[in-house]
């Protein structure tokens, strides 16, 4: 099993261009999520998934779009990015409903650039 | 506001001492409470987690202590190892309720074990 992974890596963007990041899991969890990482900050929510089809928004849902039309797919969009927007971006899934269990595994990162 | 709140930013503690690292939470409906540990590079991973029925968790050289009537709980790491050096997360989540699945995260402990 590859767990969870990222794609892409890194990536740099310039004020106002758009992308779209893609997470992949292959352990047939329910729950997916996206969060950004920032210095001191922690790790903060921006959206999240509870099944194929549904989207919900977290902590800090401004300026990112989500979309979960596969199970194991779930896609970050950035309309227009801004330098706010800089950040590691992290993906995680887990179960919850069919084995009760609350661990969430996360993906390796995105780090992105916007200037 | 922030859910869950954690203590000290950064930690630095020679080998072989004992780490410690608290959080504080408000939310009585929260039930599990989990540590995540986090290389550089790397995404976060479940280190140990405790539900409130119990008073403490041990994992090795990893406990976790918990105050359910004081709404706190710390990570102890005992004979600290260079290898412990990551940043540490603690985190809480509900069963119940519109943010089923959904973690909450402090800010992080920076911790660095010295030879």
């Known amino acids: 099993n590859a767990g969870v992974t990222q794609t892409p890596k890194f990536r740099v963007l310039k004020t106002g261009q758009s992308m779209t990041l893609l997470c992949a899991q292959d352990?047939?969890?329910?729950?997916m999520y996206w969060y950004r990482q920032d210095p001191g900050m922690g790790l903060r929510l921006i959206h999240y998934s509870v099944g194929e089809g549904t989207t919900a928004k977290g902590e800090v849902p401004d300026g990112y779009n989500v979309s979960r039309l596969k199970k194991q797919n779930f896609l970050l969009g950035l309309e227009s990015a801004a330098p706010s927007q800089t950040s590691v971006y992290f993906c995680?899934?887990?179960?919850?409903?069919?084995?009760?269990?609350?661990?969430?595994?996360f993906g390796p990162g995105t780090r992105l650039t916007v200037t | 506001q922030q859910q869950v709140k954690q203590s000290p930013q950064s930690l630095i503690v020679q080998k072989g001492g004992i780490s410690i690292i608290n959080c504080a939470y408000e939310n009585t409906a929260f039930d599990y409470f989990p540590w995540y540990q986090q290389f550089p590079g790397k995404g976060p991973a479940l280190l140990i987690a405790i539900r409130p029925d119990v008073s403490e968790k041990k994992e090795g050289r990893f406990t976790i202590s918990f105050n359910k009537s004081a709404k706190q709980f710390s990570l102890h790491i005992m004979d600290s190892q260079p290898g412990d050096s990551a940043t540490y997360f603690c985190a809480a989540s509900r069963k119940g309720g519109s943010t089923l699945g959904r973690l909450y995260f402090g800010r992080g402990t920076q911790l660095t074990v010295w030879p």
């Open positions: 352990m047939n969890h329910e729950y």
């Open positions: 995680a899934s887990s179960y919850w409903r069919t084995h009760n269990s609350y661990e969430q595994y």
